[in-house]
């Protein structure tokens, strides 16, 4: 049997897939992950088993460091949206309420990637961690007697995007049929959690945007990824 664990980190997403999320005692309420930006279709499927069920995890932090070996490239439209979509549905529906995705890279040029634009489109269920992890540094779980951390977008420049392809790269940004701009009601947070978001008022409307892969489901993700 699994140890009673509420942290662990920093796994790859083969290790991930053996933790059983999808099991009723999973304690976890921090996962940290390494994967490269293709692995992530794999790392979806962890998941599917608790859209088949709906149900959640008790996860509240979910990090994703990303690295890339061989390199990464500017992917299709149609398959960025899909990524996209995956992430969503993962923060939206199998996270606690309040829970979130922080993102962070090992390069630069990871930076450039569309799941580092999206703290810009939804900045409660997202963040961006930019701390410079070089030399085969990567991020941990946080200790115990630590909130978990909360980097908001509000207060730090955003990338530039360049590796972006669709409606998520910033110069793109516009009002149109996919993309829709409108005031979202902050998720339930602890006090602690809230005072750790700075920038963003816990009793307040935040700016959001809407696009349509926000309401993508897991396993329709899934199988648009297969031709990345």
């Known amino acids: 049997a699994m140890p009673c664990l509420c942290r662990l980190g920093t796994l790859s997403v083969a290790s991930a897939a053996m933790l059983g999320l999808d099991r009723e ?12 930006p293709d692995e992530a279709p794999s790392f979806f499927n962890i998941f599917l088993p608790l859209e088949q069920d709906d149900r959640r995890t008790r996860l509240q932090r979910l990090a994703v ?24 549905c993962i923060a939206d529906c199998f996270l606690r309420d309040s829970g979130f995705i922080t993102f962070s890279a090992a390069t630069s040029h990871l930076l450039e990637t569309v799941p580092c634009q999206l703290p810009w489109a939804d900045p409660l269920k997202f963040c961006l961690d930019l701390v410079w992890y070089n030399h085969g540094r990567v991020p941990a779980s946080t200790p115990l007697d630590e909130v978990l951390p909360y980097h908001c977008s509000g207060v730090m420049k955003r990338p530039a995007g360049t590796l972006v392809s669709g409606s998520l790269r910033p110069s793109s940004e516009k009002p149109h ?32 945007q809407i696009f349509a892969w926000m309401g993508m489901k897991l396993a329709d993700a899934i199988d648009r990824c297969k031709h990345m």
């Open 177 to 208: 049929a996919s993309a829709l701009s409108m005031s979202g009601r902050p998720r339930p947070m602890s006090n602690s959690l809230a005072r750790r978001r700075t920038g963003i008022d816990a009793g307040s409307g935040v700016q959001r």
């Open 65 to 88: 460091h990303m690295y890339a070996p061989d390199g990464c490239v500017k992917l299709r439209e149609e398959t960025e949206h899909a990524i996209c979509g995956g992430w969503c």
């Open 25 to 36: 005692g999973c304690a976890l309420e921090e996962l940290v992950i390494v994967m490269d």
